[in-house]
Structures are given as C-alpha cells and as structure tokens.
C-alpha cells in the first residue's frame, strides 16, 4: 500500500450510498473524521433514512444509468467509491442496466473530472462458478473497472450482516423477536463466515486512506460458525425465550416453495436454502495484516448489529 494519507475534508462521493454497505460506511466515515461527504442514489425512501440520519452529508437522488447534473458532483473529489449495484431482481436487463451501464457513466465522470483515485466494491461471487445476471453483471463491471486507466483497487465481500440489514440476519432477527418457535433446516449444522458490515467499512475506509493501486481484496468474515450457532447467538444478544425447532430438511424446502407462492418477494426462499446448506468454504485476506485491525468477535458484532439502540430499529427498504 501506498501512504499518501487523505485529508479528512477532502470531497468523497460514494455511488449507490443508500444502501446496505452505503449506510454504514458513511457512519464510519463520520467517525472516522470524514467531512465531505457526497452520497448518491435512486432509492427514494433509503435516500430518505440517510437524511435523516445525516443532515451533514449532500445527498443527490439520481438514477446513474442515465446522464444527468450528478456527474457534476464528482468533480472536485479525492475519491470516488462505488458502491451501486443491482442485487436481486426478475429481468436481465435491471442487472446489466444498473451494474453495467450505470458503472461506463460513473467511470467516465470519474475519467472526466480527473479523480485520483476509485474504490470499487465487487463481490465473492466473480470467483464462484454461479451462472446467473448477477454473478455475470458484477464480473463484467469489475472487468470494466479494471481497464478503465482510473487508480483503483477492488473489494470482494462474502454475504454481510449489520445495521439496516433488510434481508439474511437482519431478517432473521427480527423475526425471531415476533415468533415463539423459530424453525430450523435439518440438524442447522450449515457452515457460515458471516462478514460484519462495520468491518467491511473500515477496509473500505483504510483502502481511501492509503490507495492501493490496482490490489483486490477477498474480504471474508473470520468466524466459521454453524447457521444454528448463529440463531442461538442472535437469540442470546436479544434476550429472547423463542423456541428453536429442528424440521426436516425436505419439508423446510417445501414450506419455503409454498410460502413463494403467495408472496413477492419471499425474505429466505428455497434456493437460497440449497445456498445455505451447500458447505462452500471461501478463503479471504488477513485484515489484521492487510489493513491493521482485528475483526470483531462475532457475539460482539451480532449486539452491536441488532441490539443498538442509534440504529438496530432503522430497516432499509429492497
């Protein structure tokens, strides 16, 4: 790593800043010192909690697949992290929309306006073996980062847990806290490294700090912990009496395929129970090496995630 340390009020413009990894790193930014902060998105209600949550920070709503005044924005910055991307979603064509084009028109302003720097946050999945719009989109937008000529390094974190989580954990916990029996799949002895999104934003963070050129991180969370030890943990943070009952695996696949019918958008769905079961095993970077921090335990990080009470209560919308 480099060590052309940043000024803390220097402009940083964070692409995609609504949302999950968004919303806590600009809490950590803060923290951290940061003044300048330029976050911009198109999720409305989102946008609207980071507001209210940051009247500090300059907020722009824009859709960044298409040209508009935000590119102006980032002229001006030190830094330029982009976060935007399209997740989950029933059409090819959100997927290549907000990870492909919108990311050409980020890299070109970025180009445009001379930014110095670029951090780009990707995901595990560009080195999985999965076939589907999202692990296709994403690697071609790191691809496009790569040879964009922009200073930059990539971030590749594995599934996270944190504050104004509206999916996995943060699901998870708040329906723990409305149910008295909590089901679990089989013996729920499912391997898991859950990543504390806190700590993934002080990589982030160290990376604007110190740029690394052209460096990619696997950011991975270092507690290999059983699916069940993880619902007892979120259960023993909370201090909840819920009862946790073992199903049948092939029966919890069944109810999760009917519950699908009737609803939209299913919070934990059949394929990612096959997800959750399959014993993938991911390797990541030694963060206290790498970036000079240890993670936080995991018992620690679940309290701080579901039990705060500045944020825990604060749900983001998908």
Not at 77 to 84: D, G, I, R, S
Not at 128 to 140: L, Q, R
Not at 166 to 190: C, D, E, Q
Not at 210 to 215: A, E, Y
Request: proline share 5%; aromatic share 10%; charged share 25%.
């Amino acid at each position: 790593m480099t060590m052309n340390k940043i000024d803390k009020h220097a402009k940083l413009v964070l692409t995609g800043a609504a949302g999950l990894v968004g919303q806590n790193l600009i809490v950590e930014l803060k923290a951290q010192g940061y003044t300048q902060l330029v976050a911009i998105d198109k999720h409305e209600y989102n946008l609207g909690i980071l507001r209210q949550l940051h009247p500090d920070v300059q907020v722009i709503h824009a859709d960044l697949a298409e040209d508009g005044s935000w590119s102006e924005a980032i002229k001006g910055a030190a830094c330029v992290v982009q976060l935007h991307a399209q997740i989950t979603g029933k059409h090819t064509e959100l997927f290549t929309r907000n990870n492909i084009d919108a990311t050409r028109r980020v890299l070109d302003a970025t180009r445009r306006h001379n930014v110095p720097y670029l951090v780009h946050i990707s995901s595990s999945v560009v080195v999985s073996v999965a076939d589907d719009d999202y692990t296709n989109t994403k690697k071609a937008q790191e691809k496009l980062v790569v040879e964009s000529g922009i200073p930059h390094c990539v971030l590749r974190p594995t599934l996270m847990f944190g504050w104004f989580d509206p999916k996995h954990l943060g699901w998870l916990s708040r329906f723990m806290a409305k149910t008295p029996v909590f089901p679990i799949p089989g013996n729920g002895r499912y391997m898991r490294q859950p990543l504390y999104e806190r700590d993934f934003c002080r990589c982030i963070a160290r990376c604007i700090e110190t740029r690394p050129d052209g460096d990619v991180y696997d950011v991975v969370g270092d507690t290999r912990i059983d699916y069940v030890d993880i619902i007892k943990t979120i259960k023993k943070a909370k201090g909840l009496h819920t009862l946790i009952v073992h199903i049948p695996y092939g029966l919890f696949h069944f109810l999760l395929r009917v519950y699908a019918l009737f609803s939209g958008k299913p919070p934990f769905t059949a394929d990612q129970l096959k997800a959750l079961t399959a014993g993938d095993e991911f390797h990541g970077i030694d963060t206290q090496k790498v970036f000079g921090f240890r993670q936080t335990p995991f018992a620690e990080a679940i309290k701080e995630s579901y039990c705060d009470p500045r944020f825990s209560s604060v749900v983001l919308k998908r």
